[in-house]
């Protein structure tokens, strides 16, 4: 242990690792308490979340276009680490791969059963159906992804080219808060913990949903720790393998995985209506963008939805971006500013606005064209069978859903695996662009440590307490962002003063 960063690793795992205890031991208490907490922070600070979320995407934007969007990361002669392809295929499994497949199909049959009363929309009608689909938009494409981008982009340039720690501290490095540095990290594996139990937890509702679809067994806590079970050996296997054979091949399967997927599904399902209505969502998506991202259009924030849907996606998007960022930010050496912010702020977004538009279209589709039970069997069985019914009404679904179900737990692993890398190169000491690989035991440990806690929140709340967890996990990682912000901003007006981008 003595290559452990006491003060980085101890107070995070000890306080996790009390909450996994008491979570099980007393889930009701644990549950009554996180409840209490998510109230204050949807009380008092829901202006934040959606008007950070907006700057945040504006300043990227900015960057990209000043000098500093030259900068090479790893300095003037530095090669890629990775080809596109790659370097796109590990991005998606590291970020939101889990969510729009658990997500894709189910959100929209919440918004157009319920939809957010200050919009004055009536509950299953085209109307709501478009509704539904541009807010998948907002949750699953520019603003969760500018969230990512930030400290992913902060951490490269500081990591590789100012030569600073592998610690989400340096992310601020050109503030000069030295003094934030031990404590941002510590706060910061607690936020990414947190996001990625809630992540992990999602997939293994999911998961559950489709093998209840496939063999008739009910998703039950008993299924629930049988399938995070299996998920743990293979994120084992995935952490011996490595960064290059064991991340890599597994985004590469998941990604062409993904595309085979979409293209399936635009081709045999209802192709002239999922073109129809993309359209119009995405028209409503762009002229609504202010008012939603800032809540103006929700009676500003004073709607129970707001805190119901897109506070708790910003939430989690912050919670893990802290973590994420500075294993993003690992993989893209070699690449200039300007490419980096396309990849993670364009390309990504555009691969879930594609994906959204396909299944989540399909999904409005059945329900209110078909008129399938769909909302019946979210009420019955649970926003993680919802997916399955889809999938089971097309050709060749036999075959369909077994693959999707493989993929799944793919995405689960690949994003554990990613993200546990810079929690343990974070914990220890010596990690640097030279030797960035860190222990594997410090891995299996965080991997281990974020399993228990998702089986624990599920176990006590079910998706309640997922939802919790995400909104407890991102203020502390809004906070940091804010300074991200701050950092990246002095960046851009040094390179407009010709002292940043010299080394493109």
Not at 116 to 144: C, D, Q, R, Y
Request: hydrophobic residues 55%.
């Amino acid at each position: 242990m003595k290559k452990v960063r006491g003060f980085v690793f101890w107070p995070t795992f000890l306080f996790l690792g009390t909450v996994v205890i008491f979570s099980f031991k007393y889930p009701e208490k644990v549950a009554t308490i996180a409840d209490h907490f998510k109230l204050i922070l949807l009380n008092k600070a829901q202006a934040l979340y959606g008007w950070s979320g907006l700057f945040f995407f504006i300043l990227l934007l900015v960057a990209a276009v000043s000098p500093l969007g030259n900068m090479r990361i790893g300095g003037k002669g530095a090669k890629p680490l990775f080809s596109f392809w790659n370097w796109f295929a590990i991005a998606l499994g590291t970020t939101t791969a889990v969510g729009i497949l658990f997500w894709a199909c189910a959100e929209p049959i919440f918004h157009m059963t319920r939809p957010p009363k200050s919009l004055s929309i009536s509950p299953n009608t085209p109307e709501a159906g478009v509704f539904a689909l541009s807010t998948l938009f907002m949750h699953w494409t520019l603003i969760p992804h500018a969230i990512y981008t930030l400290p992913a982009l902060l951490f490269a340039l500081a990591f590789f080219n100012d030569k600073q720690p592998y610690s989400i501290g340096s992310c601020l490095y050109p503030l000069r808060w030295r003094w934030v540095g031990i404590f941002t990290d510590s706060i910061a594996l607690f936020c990414l913990v947190v996001g990625m139990a809630t992540s992990l937890a999602t997939g293994v509702l999911s998961i559950a949903g489709g093998i209840a679809h496939l063999t008739g067994f009910a998703s039950s806590p008993k299924v629930w720790g049988i399938v995070g079970l299996v998920l743990l050996f293979l994120y084992i296997i995935s952490s011996l393998a490595g960064l290059d054979k064991g991340i890599r091949r597994f985004s590469h399967f998941n990604t062409v995985l993904f595309l085979f997927l979409i293209l399936f599904f635009f081709v045999v399902g209802p192709t002239s209506y999922i073109l129809s209505e993309t359209w119009v969502s995405l028209k409503q998506f762009t002229t609504t963008f202010w008012g939603r991202s800032t809540f103006a259009d929700f009676n500003n924030g004073a709607d129970k939805w707001v805190g119901e849907w897109p506070v708790f996606y910003l939430a989690n998007w912050l919670a893990w971006a802290p973590v994420t960022g500075t294993f993003l930010g690992r993989i893209s050496y070699g690449y200039k500013v300007r490419s980096f912010i396309a990849m993670f702020l364009v390309v990504l977004a555009s691969f879930g606005a594609i994906w959204i538009s396909v299944f989540g279209t399909v999904a409005v589709h059945m329900h209110l064209v078909q008129k399938l039970p769909l909302e019946n069997i979210l009420a019955t069985q649970g926003a993680e069978s919802v997916m399955f019914f889809v999938l089971s009404q097309f050709p060749l679904a036999k075959w369909i859903i077994p693959i999707f179900l493989v993929g799944l737990c793919v995405s689960c692993v690949t994003a554990t695996d990613s993200n546990t890398v810079a929690m343990a190169a974070m914990s220890s000491r010596d990690v640097n662009p030279e030797n960035p690989n860190p222990p594997l035991k410090m891995k299996l440990l965080w991997g281990t440590c974020i399993g228990l806690l998702a089986i624990a929140m599920l176990f006590s709340q079910g998706l309640d307490g997922i939802k919790t967890l995400s909104v407890i996990g991102g203020f502390p990682a809004l906070i940091f962002e804010i300074g991200c912000a701050l950092a990246l901003s002095w960046r851009v007006l040094m390179s407009l003063r010709r002292k940043e981008g010299k080394n493109s």
